[in-house]
């Protein structure tokens, strides 16, 4: 097995604060990366902010301050943000660092060095919103395709020769059918890149906030350029260190569904240009709308991420988010449906499944873990074997990015606890057949250790109160933990269980 991992989220522009979107794309990365490191993969998980360019500039200008100052307090923000959600990235990469700048300009001299950077002129549009080119087919309106405003631009500029690599990147997806995922998203890829690819412009004349392109003053490189190269800058390419060899190419490159264009077909080929190995998937997820609105500041209806995490707690929010959307579509952020999530899902179905066995245990058994049965029933071996197809199963979903799906499978075993519960009535056993009681709650408790165990990549500090309260010791609380073998060197003596998932209760008006 392959035993390292390379995730990475796109860096974040530092124009404003964080709101849903930045935190949803690094909560997927995150509970990805958890899950990797629990699978005992030697993970490397990197975010950052992606600090140059025009709009950033603008930004800048626009508070009055000078653009480093200025970025140096909104990437602030996004790190304060990762610290907030519980983020358990290894680097926080900034595109003003001077080794990000060098590795930049590596890039660059390579690109010229094999030929595939020339000096021209653009003439064309441009969308500072989108830091983006158009071509005069795609403007709508008047507008970018996104609805963004876009200005004529007119000045020289250094072109790469994107039009040479149309055959290599269609073969390159063709060779690699998991490389863009969802599917739909790879087929729009490849249609925009079987239309056929003009040059594109990677240097910048106008304005400074950018990294000087190598022997020329007049120019900076377009932010898109620099930006991508951030998850080469990370692995130690730069000095060709042993970093690089351990990491690159990275496993996923996490993106939402608006900027797969960059990552699936200017970022390979750049690589390929370079003679680089190219990442293995690219995967999109979709937007979030708020109360089946679009997310915009005009409209005043951003959703800042610490407040969620004020008013519904950081777990709820990292579950909700993660378990009421399919990954990959677009998804409505409603509060009813947050509220259903935490009261149903998290109180009532695991919550109060663990509190009732505990409390059982505590209050009939003195608090000792009952020893699995030693001639399991149908209904006990079912339960069981559920939990221990669990890991495999979620693996893959995991594996896909599916994270909803694993998360459903977590919660389809929780219920048949449920069902369990209630048909075995173990508080009735107490009086007709305690020892069978007791097999009844080991039962359970196995199936609350699993689930606790594989609830950790989503709701890490839930889970850990969990396994705290279930005693198992914190190295034994991998992957390798689940399964038959490993339930019988579990311990002892527990004691009253707290409620780790509260009701979500509104406040009277
Ligand atoms: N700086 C570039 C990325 C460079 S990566 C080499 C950028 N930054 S961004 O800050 O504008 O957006 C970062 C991410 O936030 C994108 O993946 C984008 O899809 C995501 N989101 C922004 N708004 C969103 C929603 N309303 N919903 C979900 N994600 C959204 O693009």
């Known amino acids: 097995m392959d035993k390292r991992f390379y995730i990475t989220t796109p860096i974040y522009y530092v124009n404003d604060k964080p709101h849903i979107g930045h935190a949803y794309t690094t909560l997927a990365c995150d509970a990805l990366a958890r899950f990797q490191r629990l699978d005992g993969k030697n993970v490397k998980f990197l975010t950052g902010t ?4 025009q709009k950033v500039e603008e930004a800048a200008n626009k508070a009055g301050i000078d653009p480093q100052s200025f970025t140096d307090s909104v990437s602030q923000n996004f790190q304060d943000l990762a610290v907030r959600m519980n983020f358990s990235n290894d680097e926080f990469i900034r595109t003003t660092s001077a080794r990000h700048k060098a590795t930049c300009q590596k890039l660059w001299n390579i690109l010229i060095e094999k030929g595939h950077i020339y000096l021209g002129k653009y003439a064309g549009w441009y969308s500072v919103r989108d830091e983006a080119y158009y ?27 994107l039009s040479k ?12 059918p998991d490389f863009v995922a969802p599917s739909s998203r790879f087929n729009e890829i ?16 106008s304005f400074k906030w950018g990294v000087p392109v190598p022997n020329d003053d007049d120019h900076v490189m377009y932010v898109w350029l620099d930006a991508l190269t951030n998850y080469l800058t990370a692995t130690g390419w730069l000095d060709d ?3 690089y060899k351990d990491h690159w190419p990275a496993d996923v490159h996490m993106v939402g569904k608006d900027i797969v264009r960059f990552h699936a077909v200017y970022w390979p080929a750049f690589l390929m240009a370079a003679d680089l190995p190219l990442p293995k998937r690219v995967y999109a997820h979709g937007w979030w709308t708020n109360e089946g609105q679009k997310i915009s500041k005009s409209v ?13 707690g950081l777990d709820q929010t990292r579950y909700f988010l993660l378990r009421e959307v399919p990954f990959g579509n677009d998804g409505d952020f409603a509060r009813s449906a947050m509220i259903q999530r935490i009261n149903s899902d998290l109180a009532n179905d695991l919550g109060n499944l663990s509190n009732r066995v505990q409390s059982l245990i505590v209050k009939n058994l003195e608090g000792v873990h009952p020893d699995m049965p030693s001639a399991p029933t149908a209904d006990d071996r079912e339960l069981l074997e559920a939990c221990d197809g669990l890991l495999s199963s979620v693996r893959t979903s995991f594996s896909q990015q599916q994270f909803h799906e694993g998360l459903k499978a977590i919660w389809e075993v929780i219920s048949r606890a449920n069902r369990y519960v209630d048909n075995q009535a173990p508080w009735a056993l107490k009086k007709t057949d305690p020892p069978r009681m007791a097999e009844v709650l080991a039962v359970l408790m196995e199936t609350i250790r699993t689930c606790a165990i594989l609830v950790q990549p989503v709701m890490p500090q839930s889970a850990n109160s969990l396994l705290d309260q279930l005693k198992v010791p914190s190295d034994k609380r ?9 339930r019988d060197d579990l311990p002892v003596h527990i004691e009253k269980p707290q409620a780790v998932f509260p009701r979500f209760v509104e406040a009277e008006e």
């Open 135 to 161: 071509t005069e087919t795609e403007i709508v309106d008047g507008k970018a395709p996104t609805g963004a405003p876009v200005e004529w631009v007119e000045e020289p500029s250094y072109f790469f020769d």
């Open 165 to 176: 690599w149309q055959d290599k990147l269609l073969a390159f997806y063709e060779a690699n």
């Open 50 to 53: 992606d600090e140059h360019g």
């Open 190 to 205: 490849k249609s925009f890149v079987s239309g056929g690819l003009k040059d594109l412009s990677v240097s910048r004349a």
């Open 241 to 243: 260190d042993a970093g």
């Open 300 to 312: 005043g209806n951003v959703i800042d991420p610490h407040a969620l995490v004020d008013e519904f």
């Open 478 to 486: 991998d992957f390798a933990a689940i399964g038959g073998a490993r």
